[in-house]
């Protein structure tokens, strides 16, 4: 029970959204009824089933397996982190962000048994790339699906449109990863042999793994996150105990805190105005809004004023950099990394990238659809 309750009474950053959450509820009308409305369940069995699953394989061992052969096969840190960074954003195309780090960031954590490498660092532009890598494709993030539903493109259609910015902002974080990370020497720790791993349960954790996303395709998420968890309660109970439950109460706390702020009356009048401002407002808002609230409230909030155009999910995708709430995807990685220091490490690297999106993406969407 003391290990269950660990990590809610030490996490600060739920702490910080609980209090925040109550300072809201004396400045806006609203009923608790209207509560559990305002939080993303499917989303939440999402990251309940995927917790879970990644557990599962992480305890297995096979992580450390895969950690290894990735310090062998690398010589130097820059080729390692380039093949990481690259993995990151090419999954995130078509199994979403979420996945993509679920997959990448136990990986990476494994690898610090073996060598002396940034492991925070690599977690940064992991979910960096994930960003950038999965605003290319309609089932890459929610912000896309959501626009793709509301949107005239078709699956094709949506690919094309955010082909340019894709490749450019995946070009450029190439670029910043070859330049953060030296071209020195993986120094491998000494270790006698690889840990013996488990693999009944790899490979049940797998098979589930497989089922579950299955389950969410087929709308059935549900039935899903019950397989897994009574799996796993017969299997290795002990995987149960380990998880850091309080992530999903931090993304309940989100969206409670992102329905409340949304109601607040200067919220509602400028979100009236949307309409009215230039493109290149339009674009400023979205992304400054992404900021505050995430990327995908915003881009729910602004379909109500704007329709949902290429410059709409240029904007909220772009917006899914800099600070730490533009993008669920952001918490996760920076969650699971289990470093406080990385919080603000982070910022170092994701408000220039901002900023570098915010410039070069207006341009670059000036050049081709203003022409």
Known sequence: MTSLLRPFLHDRFLHLLVILGLILACFVPFRLADLPGAVDWPTIITLCGLLMLTKGIEASGYFDV???????????????????????????????????????????????????????????????????GSLLTPIGNPQNILLWRHGDAGFVGFIWQMLPLAAWLVVSLLLLTACCFRAKKIEQHETQQTPPWEHRLLFASALLYLLFITALEMNLAIWGLLLVFVTFLILARRILLSIDWSLLVVFIA?????????????????????????????????????????????????????????????????????????????????????????????????????LWALISGWALFLFIYAA
């Not at 800099?322 to 919080?343: E, Q």
């Open 66 to 132: 895969l950690g290894r052969r990735l310090v062998q096969g690398f010589r130097h840190q820059r080729q390692l982190a380039l093949f990481l960074v690259a993995a990151a954003a090419l999954l995130s195309t078509f199994l979403t962000n979420d996945v993509a780090l679920f997959i990448l960031v136990p990986l990476t954590l494994s690898l610090r048994k073996y060598s002396a490498l940034p492991i925070a660092r690599l977690i940064i532009f992991e979910a960096l790339a994930v960003n950038a």
């Open 254 to 354: 989100m969206f409670v805190d992102v329905f409340l702020l949304t109601r607040l009356p200067l919220i509602q009048s400028s979100l009236h105005l949307a309409e009215q401002l230039p493109a290149g407002g339009q674009f400023l808002l979205a992304a400054g809004l992404s900021q505050v609230i995430s990327n995908v409230p915003a881009t729910i909030l602004l379909l109500s004023s704007l329709p949902p155009s290429v410059l709409l999910a240029w904007a909220v995708n772009i917006g899914g950099f800099g600070l730490l709430p533009g993008s669920l995807a952001n918490l996760i990685a920076l969650r699971m990394a289990k470093d406080r220091a990385i919080w603000w490490h982070f910022h170092l690297y994701s408000l220039p990238m901002l």
